[in-house]
């Protein structure tokens, strides 16, 4: 079935480690996109991605980096350097803006991140 | 830039009442696409609806129908006789044509009661 898959669904990082968030689309869309979501909270916009090895920061990109080296891949690393860490994470894709129309956005289903 | 306002913040209704989820956008681009989004608990975002700038005319799938003015910049939506299914996290985004990315609304907390 064509979709988004996030891995893991659940994830525990201990204070000082980094951890990798993958994210994975068979859609072919040409745009990738992270959010992270808190309790009762909006979503708010991490990185993006419109095409392979090119990337650009959202709104709260400090703490956070990311690769896009293939266009079905668009990992999320959470470095020790993200202050606030847990939350919940949200991958999407989309056909990207090279298209003459732009359609939805498809999510994961998210990976809930908590530091202990 | 561009802007999504959802003034609800939280909806109560009992189960069978009709319910109005309200959304207000910014933009100064005269191309631009609106969407609905259901958050269930399960966290992830489900797809509802997308509406093309140059298309006003209404929707209805349903007992959701969804209801668009340019020249309020509303984008609302209508969930007619809700059920407890329907309690979840409703989501209003923007993109614009040529845009980078998708603004999303605060989103409203629907919930509904037997």
């Known amino acids: 079935d064509g979709g988004i898959t996030q891995s893991p669904k659940y994830l525990f990082r201990k204070e000082g480690q980094n951890v990798t968030l993958s994210c994975e689309q068979n859609?072919?869309?040409?745009?990738m996109y992270w959010y992270r979501q808190d309790p009762g909270q909006g979503l708010r916009l991490i990185y993006y991605s419109q095409i392979v090895n090119d990337f650009q920061k959202g709104d709260i990109a400090e703490g956070y980096s990311v690769s896009r080296e293939k266009k079905e891949s668009f990992p999320l690393t959470v470095t020790s350097a993200q202050k606030n860490p847990t939350a919940f994470y949200l991958c999407a894709s989309s056909i990207g803006q090279g298209h003459p129309i732009n359609t939805e956005a498809f999510f994961g289903q998210g990976t809930r991140l908590t530091v202990v | 830039a561009q802007k999504v306002t959802q003034a609800q913040t939280e909806i109560s209704v009992v189960e069978k009442e009709d319910v109005t989820l309200d959304c207000v956008y910014e933009t100064r681009d005269t191309t631009y696409y609106l969407f609905w989004y259901k958050q269930p608990p399960s966290g992830e975002l489900v797809f509802l609806i997308r509406r093309n700038s140059f298309d006003e005319q209404n929707e209805i799938s349903g007992r959701y129908s969804w209801n668009f003015q340019k020249s309020t910049s509303s984008f609302n939506f209508t969930i007619t006789a809700s059920q407890v299914v329907d309690s979840a996290v409703y989501f209003c985004a923007l993109s614009v044509r040529y845009g980078q990315n998708f603004v999303f609304g605060p989103g409203t907390r629907l919930s509904v009661l037997p």
């Open positions: 859609l072919n869309h040409d745009a």
